[in-house]
């Protein structure tokens, strides 16, 4: 597996944002806390929408 670089552009593959597209705006370094309460590597996702979300790397799915 190829490592996530920003401007990639991804599917979410978990509730709540289930199957939305977007592009990986920025990969910060340190491990977030998630809403679980995990620390976790994320991604910051700009959607079709223009909200930008906070995901789990685990839970995105790289779009060719």
Same mark, same amino acid.
């Given at each position: 597996?190829? =490592?996530l670089q920003v401007g990639q552009r991804?599917?979410? $593959?978990r509730a709540p944002y289930l199957g939305a597209f977007g592009?990986?705006?920025?990969? =910060?370094?340190v491990p977030?806390?998630?809403?679980?309460? $995990?620390r976790l590597p994320v991604a910051a996702v700009?959607?079709?929408d223009e909200e930008t979300i906070i995901v789990p790397l685990a839970n995105l799915e790289?779009?060719?």
């Open positions: 597996l190829e =490592p991804v599917r979410v $593959a592009t990986v705006a920025d990969l =910060p370094e977030q806390t998630v809403e679980s309460g $995990a700009a959607l079709e790289l779009i060719h």
